[in-house]
Antibody, heavy 115, light 112 residues
Framework: EVQLQESGPGLVKPSQSLSLTCSVTGYSITSNYWGWIRKFPGNKMEWMGYISYSGSTSYNPSLKSRISITRDTSKNQFFLQLNSVTTEDTATYYC?????????WGQGVMVTVSS | DVVLTQTPVSLLISLGGQASISCRSSQSLVHSNGNTYLHWYLQKPGQSPQLLIYQVSNRFSGIPDRFSGSGSGTDFTLKISRVEPEDLGVYYCLQRTHNPWTFGGGTKLELK
């Protein structure tokens, strides 16, 4: 069974970087696409970007200057880094596999940006 | 960016009733390869979103046939028949035809 698990700090200071890890079990990240999505307070959802089976990436242009998605295939993990965060980046962050849509999701990690 | 407008924003339905959610796109979601990448999700309280329907009308593994998707071009609909308590939550549409991928604003399904 495909399982994803996000990990990382729940509190980040403004202007610092947010770094999250998605650990995948039951499926290799060298297949398919692997994305990051966030849900803001309220209902708004935003696709942030993905890393492909080959390591290529695609990012939401609204984040392009601040975001980086990388991976470690030996650990079957992929990572999100978001630089220069503000309070507007406070959200629940999800990692997910993108196959037929986002078909498998992590449980999400709530990140608050606050001093 | 493609804007997906979901209506209604909230829906009060009796158990056993039928719900219908609309997702209207600001541009056609037909990809150059002929496929339409419009998907539906349900986020139950305290859970991650789960995929219900992919590419307009295909039910994901384990999704009961009470859920059905239809539509084409810019207008899409999710129907839920014989609503059960486990169907409550927020429904989202997502398009993956155009970059950036975008979500609808969500429709909250509650019991009457």
């Amino acid at each position: 069974e495909v399982q994803l698990q996000e990990s990382g700090p729940g509190l980040v200071k403004p202007s610092q970087s947010l770094s999250l890890t998605c650990s995948v079990t039951g499926y290799s990240i060298t297949s398919n696409y692997w994305g990051w999505i966030r849900k803001f307070p309220g209902n708004k959802m935003e696709w942030m970007g993905y890393i492909s089976y080959s390591g290529s990436t695609s990012y939401n242009p609204s984040l392009k200057s601040r975001i980086s998605i990388t991976r470690d295939t030996s650990k079957n993990q992929f990572f999100l880094q978001l630089n220069s965060v503000t309070t507007e980046d406070t959200a629940t962050y999800y990692c997910a596999r993108s196959s037929y849509g986002f078909d498998y999701w992590g449980q999400g990690v709530m990140v608050t940006v606050s001093s | 960016d493609v804007v997906l407008t979901q209506t209604p924003v909230s829906l009060l339905i009796s158990l056993g009733g039928q719900a219908s959610i609309s997702c209207r796109s600001s541009q056609s979601l037909v990809h150059s390869n002929g496929n339409t990448y419009l998907h539906w999700y349900l986020q139950k309280p305290g859970q991650s979103p789960q995929l219900l329907i992919y590419q307009v009308s295909n039910r994901f593994s384990g999704i009961p046939d009470r859920f059905s998707g239809s539509g084409s071009g810019t207008d899409f609909t999710l129907k839920i028949s014989r609503v059960e308590p486990e169907d409550l939550g927020v429904y989202y549409c997502l398009q993956r035809t155009h970059n950036p991928w975008t979500f609808g604003g969500g429709t909250k399904l509650e019991l009457k």
